[in-house]
């Protein structure tokens, strides 16, 4: 057992119950960062529920990944309150904490050149010592499964291409079973199959009752995946609800200071956002 594991299994931890379908999964109050004497956001106030898969969107710089790393405790707030399972984070210690929510960063690296599977195994770490520790050989394969990595599971981790790690990565983050999950990009490396791919399992999670809260860029994905979108300019929300409803010309092209065209894609009625060019 590795230090990590046995100080996870030495502690006695409160493991997170079952919540109902559109329950409050984690919570934003009036919440200010700021970064390097820079203000990135702003007074932002968010639900996140279970069931539902929620879009953060915006241009660069708009605070999204501060609001994603604020959502997972990463990074400590400057104002307001965030709350995880109905506490504010700080009441839950970091074994605890990492039973509720799990992490995607932006990109993935490692020190050591672990076997896949190996890398995959470590989301199960929070469960060391607890009943759920038996879930854990399901959970790796099941995860490795849903992402395509098992054919590779024996490789070095830093072995893969760009789009292989992002892939593995993500397998961690669902090995780890946690009710509440954090992604930031998760598709920016991958070819267009494996985007689908992601936000397929992003609505499974969701379809199986877990909170999903996704950075991404793709407007078209964020369109159709999504239940709710919220739209981030200059740290603060300039809209919140479901992309048909927030994905217009006008804010779009205000927030982006890009023109746009929204319209409905001919088969499925979801927005498709395109940029709005002269030839």
């Known amino acids: 057992m590795n230090p990590f594991t046995a100080l996870l299994s030495s502690r006695t931890r409160e493991l997170p119950s079952p919540l109902p379908l559109g329950s409050t999964a ?9 970064l390097g004497g ?9 639900t996140v529920r279970t069931g539902e898969v929620l879009a953060l969107v915006g241009p660069n710089g708009a605070g999204k990944s501060t609001l994603l790393a604020a959502l997972a405790a990463d990074l400590p707030v400057h104002s307001g309150e965030v709350r995880v399972d109905g506490r504010p984070v700080a009441a839950w210690s970091a074994a605890e ?11 993935a690296s490692l020190a050591f050149p672990f076997p896949v599977e190996d890398v995959v195994r470590m989301g199960r770490a929070p469960w060391a010592g607890t009943h759920r520790e038996a879930e854990d050989d399901a959970a ?13 599971a024996s490789r070095p981790f ?18 780890q079973r946690a009710p509440l999950l954090l992604l930031d990009e998760p598709t920016a490396a991958l070819d267009l199959r494996h985007q689908e791919l992601v936000l397929r399992i992003c609505r499974e999670r969701a379809a199986a009752g877990d909170a999903v809260v996704v950075v ?9 995946y999504a239940d709710r979108a919220v739209v981030l300019r200059g740290g603060r ?3 919140a609800g479901p992309p048909s409803e927030v994905f217009t010309d006008g804010l779009l092209g205000e927030v982006y200071r890009q023109p746009v065209e929204v319209f409905p894609h001919p088969r499925t009625g979801v927005p498709l956002v395109v940029p709005r060019r002269t030839l």
């Open 216 to 224: 991404l860029h793709d407007l078209g994905l964020a369109a159709a």
């Open 26 to 34: 984690a919570q934003l109050y009036g919440v200010g960062m700021g």
């Open 158 to 175: 830093s072995a893969l291409s760009g789009g292989e790690r992002a892939r593995v990565a993500l397998a961690r983050v669902l090995a």
């Open 38 to 46: 820079r203000p990135v956001l702003d007074g932002v106030d968010l």
């Open 237 to 239: 929300v300039a809209a």
């Open 97 to 107: 904490l990492a039973l509720r929510r799990a992490v995607l960063p932006q990109s």
């Open 140 to 152: 790796v394969a099941g995860a490795m499964t849903a992402t395509e990595v098992t054919e590779f």
